[in-house]
């Protein structure tokens, strides 16, 4: 038991393969996907209108960077982790402190990711 049930993800990523495979491994953790989303203008709009629990965001939105979205999210109080294949290096300094999961990632790399953003502790039966 992942003890992910019920929590609401924001997934805002523009590769729809990529999309489908974070969907697929929320959903086997329990997570419910609120939208998934590829571009910035539409992720802004979900991250400040719809009851999220947690955002998976890719920094590289077809040329444009999602921290608009990260920092609506901030504001909101929602955590949030970024998924890159850039690394935390490309992170502004205000978002540094921020998770950071590398593509490409494993089902246990984001569960365990999903655990930090969200304050839990570790499954002791993992």
Do not use: W
């Amino acid at each position: 038991m992942s003890g992910f049930g019920g929590i609401k993800v924001l997934i805002v990523e523009d590769e729809g393969f990529v999309a489908l495979l974070i969907e697929n491994m929320l959903q086997d953790l329990g997570c419910e996907i609120v939208a998934s989303v590829a571009g910035l203008k539409e992720a802004s709009t979900v991250a400040a209108a719809e009851e999220i629990d947690l955002a998976v965001l890719d920094i590289n939105l077809g040329g444009e960077r999602s921290f608009p979205v990260a920092e609506v999210l901030r504001e909101r109080g929602v955590p949030f982790l970024f998924s890159t294949g850039y690394g935390s290096a490309g992170l502004p300094a205000e978002f540094s402190g921020c998770q950071v999961l590398g593509k490409p990632f494993s089902a246990k790399a984001l569960e365990e990711a999903l655990r930090r953003a969200l304050g839990c502790h570790p499954d002791p039966t993992a």
